[in-house]
């Protein structure tokens, strides 16, 4: 990739872009940084925006620095937050990080990547007293997020304002030159800048990036909307979510998701949308899962989808009671993360037994005879009482 494409491509804003211009074209080795909590044990599409763009400064011959934020997590990271994130246990976060690390392999270069701990620094004696020293209350406090929840009466925790201070610090740790982060990160990033200086280092320039909205077109992509496209995810079930997407993001999900070339999938958005999305799902599912599970996720999707067949292979669940309730059943089959989910998933229309859609969350399901289970175009489970 192009330096002018590395610095285009589903950029939004480049703070210092005539330094990192400069510095890219003098072919200096650049230590280039993103950082990302542990803080759920899945990573999905919208957390390998960023993650691509450091593959391609890899790519580029400068150093990837991943941080995996194991100290950071436990406090949660304020930015966008209407309320306080609940604290992880060490338990949790050792969990999450082992598999963002087996995901994270999908997109990087892992053995090119320096990986590093921010409690390697963070746990340090009278660090945090340091850090607390360098930073004035008033200048934490003028982050967007704090002052909405101030203005709305809620509470801003003291571990809440010292989290943007210790992420700036990991750039001072590892003596960054880039870092790339979403647009919703700004302040967290400006942060390493201050610090950098504070400490007499150059200030690093950040690379900042779009948020990637998730399979309703709306929010933030984010397992806990259910709106998410998860990486571990079969590739069946990856395509069927892409090809859920609302066609007004196929071009947006090109560009920040893929290298396909954006003239040609902009000008089929707009004469074949079906067929764009469908070349879209089938890159994306062989990037993550390989050519022949994508062939296949595309044939199984047709199959299902436009023919209005099931699928070739469904699996099938025995539970020991004889009846439970609909919303119960779809959290107990792990068809949906949580009853807020399995709601709206019923709420949706999403949800059939034996083809005929759902309509009432409490409906008591009889489990007596077996029954078809489907969950979107793609999910199905064959449920009996064993």
């Not at 690379?207 to 806990?224: C, F, H, I, N, R």
């Not at 669940?317 to 998933?345: G, N």
Request: net charge positive; no cysteine; hydrophobic share 35%.
């Amino acid at each position: 990739m192009a330096n002018n494409d590395l610095l285009t491509r589903g950029v939004i804003e480049i703070i210092g872009k005539e330094h990192l211009e400069t510095a890219l074209h003098s072919g200096r080795k650049l230590r280039v940084k993103f950082g990302i909590d542990p803080t759920s044990p899945d990573l999905h599409l919208g957390h390998t925006v960023p993650l691509r763009k450091l593959r391609q400064f890899q790519d580029a011959g400068h150093t990837a620095v991943l941080i995996i934020g194991d100290f950071t997590a436990k406090i949660g990271d304020p930015s966008g937050r209407d309320k306080t994130r609940p604290q992880l246990s060490d338990k949790e976060i050792k969990t999450n990080f082992k598999t963002y690390l087996n995901q994270a392999k999908k997109v990087l270069d892992m053995k090119k990547t320096e990986i590093h701990y921010n409690s390697e620094w963070l746990k340090k004696d009278k660090l945090i007293l340091e850090l607390m020293s360098q930073m004035s209350m008033e200048r934490v406090m003028e982050r967007e997020d704090f002052q909405k929840r101030i203005k709305a009466g809620q509470e801003v925790t003291m571990l809440e304002a010292l989290y943007p201070i210790l992420q700036g610090y990991d750039s001072v740790a590892v003596r960054a030159d880039v870092e790339i982060g979403g647009n919703d990160q700004k302040f967290n990033l400006l942060m390493g800048r201050r610090l950098q200086r504070k400490y007499g280092q150059s200030e690093q320039d950040v690379v900042m990036l779009p948020l990637l909205e998730g399979t309703d077109g709306v929010q933030k992509m984010s397992k806990s909307l259910g709106n998410y496209i998860g990486l571990a995810e079969k590739p069946e079930i990856m395509f069927g979510k892409i090809m859920s997407v609302p066609d007004e993001l196929i071009l947006k999900y090109a560009e920040l998701l893929t290298d396909l070339p954006l003239d040609k999938i902009s000008a089929k958005a707009k004469s074949d949308p079906r067929g764009a999305k469908m070349d879209l799902a089938k890159t994306l599912t062989k990037m993550y899962h390989g050519k022949s599970a994508g062939e296949k996720a595309e044939k199984e999707f047709v199959r299902i989808v436009s023919k209005k067949e099931t699928p070739t292979e469904v699996k099938s669940l025995k539970l020991k009671v004889i009846k439970l309730s609909l919303i119960d059943l779809l959290v107990e089959t792990k068809l949906a993360s949580s009853k807020s989910e399995a709601r709206r998933l019923i709420q949706q229309g999403g949800v059939k037994i034996n083809g005929e859609k759902q309509v009432d969350p409490g409906k008591t399901v009889d489990l007596k005879k077996e029954i078809l289970l489907q969950v979107g175009k793609m999910k199905y489970l064959k449920i009996r009482r064993g």
